[in-house]
Nanobody
Framework: QVRLVESGGGLVQPGGSLRLSCATS????????MGWYRQAPGKQRELVAS???????TYADSLKGRFTISRDNAKNTVYMQMNSLKPEDTAVYYC?????????WGQGTQVTVSS
């Protein structure tokens, strides 16, 4: 069983930054496609960004230039640097790991952007 644990969420003012981390158990992290999703109240969960085992990244069009996903295979961890945060970025952010038909989720971390 693979366990994903997110951290780094919190309350930040508009224009501020946060860095989310997702630590993953097991010894096959480097093979996973890792992703960050978010779900705002009353909305569907949406993909924010993903990164392949080889480091290829994809982003939601609306977030390009503000968010950066990265991974450290030696630490079994994926990160997301979020800059120039806006109130509409407020959501629960979830870490996801995919490998073939296997799909794992973390418990989520709350990000609130408010003055």
């Amino acid at each position: 069983q693979v366990r994903l644990v997110e951290s780094g969420g919190g309350l930040v003012q508009p224009g501020g930054s946060l860095r989310l981390s997702c630590a993953t158990s097991g010894n096959i992290f480097s093979r996973f496609i890792m992703g960050w999703y978010r779900q705002a109240p009353g909305k569907q969960r949406e993909l924010v960004a993903s990164i392949t085992s080889g480091g290829l990244t994809t982003y939601a069009d609306s977030l390009k230039g503000r968010f950066t996903i990265s991974r450290d295979n030696a630490k079994n961890t994926v990160y997301m640097q979020m800059n120039s945060l806006k109130p509409e970025d407020t959501a629960v952010y979830y870490c996801n790991a995919k490998l073939s038909v296997s799909n794992y989720w973390g418990q989520g971390t709350q990000v609130t952007v408010s003055s």
